[in-house]
């Protein structure tokens, strides 16, 4: 497999109180054959999960995935003409959604008119937010398309329209917490051998050619990696073209982009090999500032690690998952609209950070008493109507009817054998019945188990 790290050899840290949190929460083992996400992110999860991921398309949906698209350990917010934002969403800290004057009165979430057509499962969390809830006067957030719905939770504030009525649950991201340090802790994994300040070796080669750049593999290797020391952008800054060649079939492509400041610029749109995309990776361990626009559909998954970041998401679309340990603005740029965010795994072996992955994934949904429904005011009066507030740099408590162009015609995009997805759902206290109901203090031997491996980890980083 690719590159790996010297293992300490006490894979037992934390193992009583990570053991009594999975066996309350009825979790399993992840699949042996991998080097996960922590916490179980990146793959489909689940027993209704696609064998084969289509391009952006409309088709009906059949199928459905339990585990996070979105992940944002800071604020998310909506601005100017976004659009929508497929699969399952956290954001730790709160959802202020503040269009533009003219601009769509909808921002879809869970379920998108256009994209893999894979949401979580009806019934289930869509979204759940951390601080406080925003919709602007005049515009709503849907979580809800014909016969899919799903759950709006927050644990703070509601203003605006949510449909269905949100559900106020106070400890709504308290199983989510924990991934907020294991994904910076990853990026910098990821990044860095043996989490030192020494870069992971490449054995890529990155050639800018004109307004293209060319990531060359070296035709072997399970793990291709490579280094960006700059922008992925014409000299002027303009839109450039990103290709991929000499990768073998299989592989995992790690690409970690370097620097306190980057932005890339495409009009990046699919890729040569069919499975590529669900085995990509784009990986920022350093940046504090992330610009990220173009026309094209940029496929890969994204995981941004530091925590007081501000991503900035212009693309037209992106295919795969996006976890950042910061904040997230989902925009547009001029008088163009329609950007959306849609939901593909990340599939790849990633390089082993020295301990083992934890036994459960991360839950579905909230682990709380029963839920109020919370009134779902109409067009009331909204705080977030003044000046765009500014992304917090800590979660916690904190103050898309788009009309699609021409429908993509479905085309296969995964002939790889996939990664077998773990089966059954996960825990979910969605607000219809049947679901498994995790108690508070499963969450809590959760976030103590992840705790005290990261301590583990960290007292290893200085010994």
């Known amino acids: 497999m690719g590159t790996k790290m010297r293992r300490s050899g006490k894979k037992h840290r934390a193992a009583v109180t990570v053991a009594a949190a999975a066996a309350m929460v009825g979790a399993f083992a992840p699949t042996a054959a991998a080097d996960p996400l922590p916490g179980g992110l990146g793959p489909c999860l ?38 929508e934002a497929e699969g399952k969403i956290v954001t730790l800290g709160q959802f ?31 979204l759940t937010v951390g601080g406080d809830l925003s919709v602007q006067s005049g515009k709503r957030l849907l979580a809800e398309e014909g016969d899919n719905h799903g759950v709006v939770r927050y644990a703070q504030g509601l ?14 991201i308290v199983p989510y917490t924990p991934l907020r340090d294991q994904l910076t802790a990853a990026s910098h994994c990821y990044a860095y051998d043996d989490n030192e300040d020494h870069r992971r070796p490449a054995n890529g080669t990155v050639q800018k050619d004109g307004s293209d750049t060319y990531f060359t593999g070296d035709g072997t290797s399970d793990l291709q990696v490579f280094a960006v020391d700059a922008d992925l952008t014409t000299e002027a800054g303009g839109q450039a073209g990103i290709v991929f060649r000499g990768i073998p079939d299989g592989a995992t492509v790690l690409v970690n982009v370097y620097g306190s400041t980057r932005n890339i610029s495409t009009y ?11 085995h990509l990776m784009w990986n920022f361990p350093d940046a504090t500032t992330i610009g990220l626009k173009g026309t094209g559909q940029f496929q890969g ?73 919370s009134p779902n005011p109409t067009d009331s009066p909204n ?5 765009t507030p500014t992304p917090s740099d800590s979660p916690g408590p904190s103050p898309s009817e788009s009309t699609p162009g021409p429908r993509p015609t479905p085309t ?12 059954g759902e996960l825990p979910n206290t969605g607000s219809r019945g049947g679901e498994w109901v995790i108690g508070g203090i499963a969450a809590a031997l959760l976030v103590a188990g992840s705790a005290a491996t990261l301590m583990a980890r960290r007292t290893r980083r200085r010994g």
Request: proline share 12%; hydrophobic share 25%.
């Open 46 to 83: 689940g027993d209704d999960c696609p064998s084969m991921w289509q391009d952006p398309h409309s088709d009906p949906v059949t199928h459905h995935d339990s585990n996070i698209n979105i992940f944002v350990g800071g604020d998310y917010l909506v601005r100017e003409a976004a659009s």
């Open 96 to 126: 202020d959604m503040m269009k533009r004057e003219g601009a769509s009165e909808i921002y879809n979430v869970g379920v998108a008119g256009v994209g893999s057509r894979v949401p979580p499962p009806n019934g289930s969390d869509y």
């Open 159 to 172: 203003s605006g329209t949510v449909i269905p009525a949100a559900v106020h649950d106070a400890d709504a």
């Open 268 to 278: 990046m749109g699919s890729l040569p090999q069919a499975g590529l995309r669900e």
């Open 301 to 373: 998954s994204v995981l941004i690690g530091q925590q007081s970041s501000v991503a900035t998401l212009a693309m037209s679309g992106t295919n795969g998952r996006f976890y950042t340990a910061g904040s997230l603005t989902h925009t547009s740029e001029g008088e163009s609209g329609g950007q959306e965010l849609h939901a593909y795994p990340f599939n790849g072996d990633l390089p082993d950070c020295g301990e083992e992955p934890s036994p459960s994934p991360t839950p579905t949904d909230s682990p709380t008493p029963t839920p109020t429904d």
């Open 383 to 387: 705080p977030t109507d003044s000046p």
């Open 412 to 423: 296969a995009t995964h002939s790889w054998p996939p990664r077998p997805h773990p089966g």
